[in-house]
């Protein structure tokens, strides 16, 4: 069961973090004249690899039901 936490608190850690940066680049995309960060597109990059790993973090807890 403290696994089971622990990836259940991870998993949501890494999806309010993605939820954040996707939330701070719809900000700028709303701006009359949008001007996007230049590190923008490494942070989604990040933000996918963190989405992956905590789908995966969810997925391995699947199979504790």
């Known amino acids: 069961m403290p696994r089971t936490v622990a990836?259940?608190?991870r998993s949501r850690r890494l999806l309010?973090?993605?939820e954040g940066?996707?939330?701070?680049?719809l900000v700028e995309l709303r701006?009359?004249?949008p001007c996007i960060d230049v590190g923008a597109p490494d942070r989604l990059t990040g933000a996918v690899a963190q989405a992956g790993r905590a789908l995966a973090a969810l997925d391995s807890l699947h199979g504790l039901w």
Do not use: E, N, V, Y
Not at 21 to 25: A, I, N, P
């Open 16 to 18: 309010t973090d993605i």
């Open 7 to 9: 990836a259940l608190r």
């Open 21 to 25: 940066q996707l939330g701070s680049l």
């Open 31 to 33: 701006q009359p004249q």
